[in-house]
């Protein structure tokens, strides 16, 4: 018997209350952070599994750490229609950002489930688990696990705490050796969607509970070490310091100078460890890292030579050493447009007051890894004031609810264009 499929009132509240429950696992109590690897994903990565089986899907947790759920659909060896996000998080993160979408794409499958429909392709929901590259100099590798682009030297790659990829994750209980059976033949997937929270301020400030992402900018991002001269606060005169601190803050204001003078760009270092970091002494050695985006590829190739030339001026000047190590680059990635129609259909079949809204999107998302093996969409959803990376992170139920059933119906569309 196939009952109606649930209302985007109800798809809200059972969002709510399934965010709920996975975001009790932290690895900071009384905030949410949950890295990669972390003893938090991998107890999120458990509650994950058990939902996904709980909503209809075979789950198992993969050599990357991710957790993929699948159910067939009526046309064996089909193309799947993959929905995905991540459920790892910055440091004092926001309960939203990733998480959303995971549970969207469970929503997704437990209602079709419930209501007995048989999609003409496999669905599958991914929860990816290093979307944030918070722990390792990576970037986005459990979705180029899949994507068929892992980097054998990210294993080596270490956290502040001196511990490998490679190491946190046969701690984890996966199989490095196991990753790159992970890639997807081309073709395997017919498409990947996202749901993902704004993390901007558009779809508030228009009023509009839901858009479509177009594109997804450039980004670039480095480790970089000055090293100078470690001294005596009290005795080292100040035309005999190579201050490393000094050095690599004009840094920081450099590429703030160069983000701001580059066409819708941005530039921020977020972290800054000055060594030794004691009060009375000079700073011998600064390690911090920049990230830098923009909507077009050439802007970014255009502030990475500023960089370059501004930071070795700085260091030629004031005496010390620079390595810059980059780690991450993507580039733009445009989202696929039969897809974004897909999207605008699932809007319209959802409510006829919503508009089909685009807009490029500033965050980066496991969806651009995941455009290098197939059609890639994504919907925004508001959140207010489209804070993120942050634990003010915060949206409504009712949006949450409208978001999911058009994800719901997007899939529905891409059935009848299956069929
Ligand atoms: O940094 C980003 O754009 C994403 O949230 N990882
Ligand atoms: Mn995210
Ligand atoms: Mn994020």
């Not at 659909?73 to 979408?101: C, E, Q, W, Y």
């Not at 993902?196 to 991002?221: C, F, M, S, W, Y």
């Not at 259909?345 to 006829?352: K, L, S, V, Y």
């Amino acid at each position: 018997m196939t009952q109606t499929l649930p209302t985007a009132a109800v798809l809200g509240a059972r969002a709510f209350a399934a965010l709920a429950g996975l975001n009790r696992f932290s690895d900071e109590p009384g905030k949410l952070t949950r890295l990669y690897l972390s003893p938090a994903h991998r107890q999120a990565a458990e509650w994950t599994r058990g939902a996904m089986e709980v909503a209809g899907l075979s789950a198992h947790i993969d050599a990357a750490g991710s957790v993929q759920g699948r159910r067939e659909g009526a046309k064996p060896g089909a193309p799947s229609v993959m929905i995905g996000s991540h459920i790892d998080t910055v440091k004092d993160g926001g309960r939203f950002d990733g998480n959303l979408g995971v549970v969207a794409g469970i929503l997704v499958a437990q209602a079709l489930r419930d209501a007995g429909i048989v999609l003409p392709f496999p669905l599958e929901v991914v929860a990816f688990g290093d979307e944030e590259n918070v722990r390792f100099p990576t970037s986005l590798s459990t979705s180029r696990a899949l994507a068929g682009e892992y980097r054998q030297e990210w294993l080596d790659g270490r956290d502040t705490d001196g511990i490998t990829l490679r190491d946190a994750l046969l701690g984890f209980g996966c199989d490095p050796l196991g990753i790159p059976a992970l890639a997807r033949p081309p073709a395997s997937v017919a498409a990947y969607l996202e749901l993902h929270i704004e993390q901007g301020p558009v779809l508030e400030a228009e009023d509009e509970p839901v858009g479509i992402v177009t594109a997804i900018n450039a980004q670039k991002r480095a480790r970089v070490r000055v090293t100078g001269e470690a001294g005596h606060a009290g005795t080292v005169p100040m035309r005999l310091r190579r201050d490393a601190l000094a050095a690599a803050a004009e840094m920081a204001l450099a590429l703030e100078e160069i983000a701001s003078a580059h066409d819708q760009a941005v530039g921020t270092v977020g972290v800054f460890r000055p060594d030794p970091g004691a009060t009375n002494v000079v700073p011998g050695a600064v390690d911090f890292t920049i990230d830098f985006r923009c909507p077009r590829n050439d802007t970014l190739a255009s502030m990475d030579r500023a960089i370059a030339t501004r930071f070795a001026e700085i260091a030629e000047r004031r005496g010390v050493s620079l390595a810059i190590s980059p780690y991450s680059h993507d580039d733009a990635t445009p989202m696929a447009e039969p897809l974004q129609e897909a999207l605008a259909a699932g809007i319209a079949r959802t409510g006829a007051n919503l508009k089909a809204r685009r807009l490029p999107s500033g965050a980066g998302h496991d969806a651009m890894a995941m455009a290098r093996l197939c059609p890639a969409a994504m919907l925004f959803v508001r959140n207010e004031k489209g804070i993120s990376h942050s634990p003010l992170e915060a949206m409504t139920e009712a949006d949450a609810g409208i978001a999911i059933r058009v994800m719901l119906e997007t899939v529905l569309e891409l059935a009848r264009r299956a069929a």
